[in-house]
């Protein structure tokens, strides 16, 4: 019996359909398409900033000291290795194409922010939607670059030349 082995690029990982997660391929939609538009337009929403600042926030814990905002169902602080494992996992499973640059979604930084001049802007672009969408009848999709499957994308690369750079002629 051969051995067999995923592919690099993430094809023909799901039988029923093969391009599912493949890299630079649309991102697989779980729902439908929220745009105000049904089409294109994003949804606003609440501000990025303020969510970033409540997620990672210190309380004061007394004495002018500061503790751990996120604490687990038992109390216990959560350790800032659940912030990189988070991300860890996160670039294995999706890397955006980046935009043109045209497409301006900064965000603008809170009255009360305690790190960043309120009031200024963090520079954000739009990712790439694929140009087949973005039409009546067929919403915006993101490209992913990377593959979609939890396989170690971000060591090894989602492509040949990048795999291959990454290994010696003997193996």
């Known amino acids: 019996m051969a051995l067999r082995f995923r592919s690099i690029d993430g094809s023909n990982n799901n039988r029923a359909d093969p391009t599912l997660n493949q890299a630079d391929t649309d991102f697989a939609r779980l729902g439908p398409a929220n745009f105000v538009d049904g089409v294109n337009e994003m949804t606003p929403g609440p501000n990025p900033r303020e969510i970033s600042n409540i997620v990672v926030a210190q309380t004061d814990i007394g004495d002018g000291e500061e503790g751990p905002h996120l604490v687990d169902d038992a109390g216990v602080a959560l350790s800032g290795m659940m912030y990189a494992w988070g991300q860890f996992i996160d670039h294995d499973l999706d890397l955006q194409k980046e935009g043109t640059g045209t497409d301006d979604i900064s965000i603008k930084v809170p009255a009360d922010d305690e790190f960043l001049p309120p009031?200024?802007?963090?520079?954000?672009?739009?990712?790439?939607?694929?140009?087949?969408?973005?039409?009546?009848?067929?919403?915006?999709?993101?490209?992913n670059?990377?593959?979609?499957?939890?396989?170690?994308?971000?060591?090894?690369?989602?492509?040949?030349?990048?795999?291959?750079?990454?290994?010696?002629?003997?193996?």
């Not at 739009?126 to 009848?137: E, K, L, M, S, Y």
């Open 119 to 143: 009031g200024s802007m963090i520079p954000l672009t739009r990712v790439a939607i694929d140009p087949a969408t973005g039409v009546t009848g067929h919403p915006a999709a993101a490209i």
């Open 145 to 171: 670059t990377v593959t979609g499957w939890l396989d170690g994308s971000q060591i090894y690369g989602s492509d040949a030349a990048t795999a291959a750079s990454l290994r010696t002629a003997d193996g």
